[in-house]
């Protein structure tokens, strides 16, 4: 046997463990940086959309300023009355982006 033969038959025998290691420390790595924090926001998303009714200001996801006059919880379906002609429109609950919250002074 050659020396290099020899060399690399002594680096091959490390534990599985040790090998595995790394991985495992990528995959925390993902999960506490982009797992975790897209959880969190789906989740508030999620509580967002439970929570509108009818009076608050929203922005859909198209860009519609609106205010909801209606909310039908079956269909998943919010009514908007859209200034400046007061135009009802008729939104999925998903399409709303964000809600307007008045200034607090």
């Known amino acids: 046997m050659t020396l290099t033969a020899i060399f690399w038959q002594a680096e091959s ?14 995959f925390l790595v993902f999960y506490f940086l982009l797992i975790l924090p897209n959880q969190r926001r789906q989740k508030k998303q999620q509580e967002m959309l439970a929570s509108l009714k009818s009076g608050d200001r929203v922005i859909t996801s198209g860009g519609i300023l609106g205010t909801i ?4 919880e079956k269909e998943g379906v919010i009514i908007l009355r859209v200034p400046p002609d007061q135009v009802k429109l008729e939104v999925q609950r998903s ?9 607090q002074e």
Request: proline fraction near 7%.
């Open 95 to 103: 399409a709303v982006a964000t809600v307007e919250r008045p200034e």
């Open 13 to 26: 025998g490390g534990s599985a463990l040790i090998s595995l290691l790394p991985l495992a420390a990528i």
């Open 69 to 72: 006059i209606g909310v039908r």
